[in-house]
């Protein structure tokens, strides 16, 4: 089979492991500090409770003067974002749990008043708090346990020095990813837990071909350096890993823009998903396996460099 990239390529991935790094300790406190400072504003009605509506508009109208209309009517707490994929339609959120026809009408009188016949409501989404909280700490559980069943598969199959940085790197690429997502003007809802959840079955496949390779180069040798070594099996499959991510970005890219709704909103988290998951089988997951296999055996690796010295 012709390859993209030949697996023949000696780049030094883990020489840029430190610099990658600090970057991902950047990002990921970046991300963090935005889904903390957003607070309750970040879930969706699916995860926060209350009504959502979908409206459509005629003539020209954006998010800041369809809130100014509404404020205008005493209506000062509805969060009003563009709907994905059609500009003239706009989600309207009220975390009120009221009698959802009462609230519908009041929606609907304060449309009326601000903006007369140019605002129809299409479609109204109802999730009461106490269901809004269970989705939440289930959604929460979901995404623990899939990143759990991972470490026990890798450690079960590999390593347990595998395992955990496979665990770290799952943890980089949701947080991330997450980040990117509500920086984007996104809010968390089930679509963002699917997405999630994807993500994390994705990101491992990589993790698997890459050192499956080197579990089988172990096998062949009687001395090896462990960084060396995992280089090499990162630069073998490196053709596979281009074309595979590149496909599967394609993809999610297509969603995004031809998509709409919830589709749109899974495929954007897909598409920081993919990136983030090439990045760090590779910068995350390696040095992490480097490092803990160096501590576990440190005369074992002493006496590997030092053979392979003698007979370079």
Known sequence: ??????????????????????????????????????GAAKYGTDFSGGQEF??????????????????????????????QGASNEYSLRLNETGD?????????????????????????DYVGPTVGAELRRSG????????????????????????????VALIHDVTISTGIYLLSGHVINMATLAAALTIVGYSVNDTVVIFDRVREERRKRRSYDISALVNEAINFTLSRTVITHVLTLISALALYVIGTGEIKDLSLYLVAGIVCGAYSTIFIVSPIVIRLERRRQPETHARRVSAQAKTA
Not at 102 to 124: H, M, N, Q, S, V
Not at 144 to 167: D, K, Q
């Open 54 to 83: 979908l409206v459509s508009f005629k003539g020209q109208h954006d998010s800041q003067s369809i809130r100014d209309g509404l404020a205008r009517q005493k209506l000062d707490d509805v969060r009003v974002q563009a709907f």
């Open 140 to 167: 929460l559980i979901a995404v623990v346990l899939g990143i759990l069943g991972m470490l026990v598969y890798i450690a079960v199959r590999f390593e347990f020095s595998l395992g955990v940085g496979t665990i």
């Open 100 to 124: 959802a026809g009462e609230i519908r009408a009041k929606i609907e009188t304060a449309l009326r008043a601000a903006f007369g016949d140019e605002a129809t409501i299409e479609k109204t």
């Open 1 to 38: 089979m012709k390859e993209l990239i030949s697996s023949s390529t000696s780049i030094d991935f883990m020489g840029k492991s430190r610099i990658c790094a600090c970057l991902s300790v950047f990002l990921v406190a970046a991300s963090a500090y935005v889904f903390v400072s957003m």
